[in-house]
């Protein structure tokens, strides 16, 4: 599985932004669609998480505030972002765990106070 992200950029604290993950298959049986993100110096992290049943799970640092959904249809996963804050700076790449873990290139999303 090749996965494509995108909607990364400069945006304003409290802004939002809306990443998307577009599949080179078919995600309706793709067990677990994913965000995670890395900031300079940290390690890699879960941000939000989405099952091929629906089922969705959050970082607690974003719940609230990121929404996590999934478009069948058009193979894309898409990571809703709000109330944007400077630590939530980072390069957030997007994951298909299906037998395997499959990693997009990532999008940098920049939040600037």
């Known amino acids: 599985v090749q996965l494509q992200a995108s909607g990364g950029g400069l945006v304003q604290v409290g802004g939002s932004l809306r990443l998307s993950c577009a599949a080179s298959?078919?995600?309706?049986?793709?067990?677990?669609m994913g965000w995670y993100r890395q900031a300079p110096g940290k390690e890699r992290e879960l941000v939000a998480a989405?099952?091929?049943?629906?089922?969705?799970n959050y970082a607690d640092s974003v719940k609230g505030r990121f929404a996590i959904s999934r478009d069948n249809a058009k193979n894309t996963v898409y990571l809703q972002m709000n109330s944007l804050k400077p630590e939530d700076t980072a390069f957030y790449y997007c994951?298909?765990?299906?037998?395997?873990?499959?990693w997009g290139k990532g999008t940098q999303v920049t939040v600037s106070s």
């Open positions: 989405i099952t091929s049943g629906g089922s969705t």
């Open positions: 994951n298909a765990e299906h037998g395997e873990d499959y």
């Open positions: 298959r078919s995600i309706f049986s793709i067990n677990v």
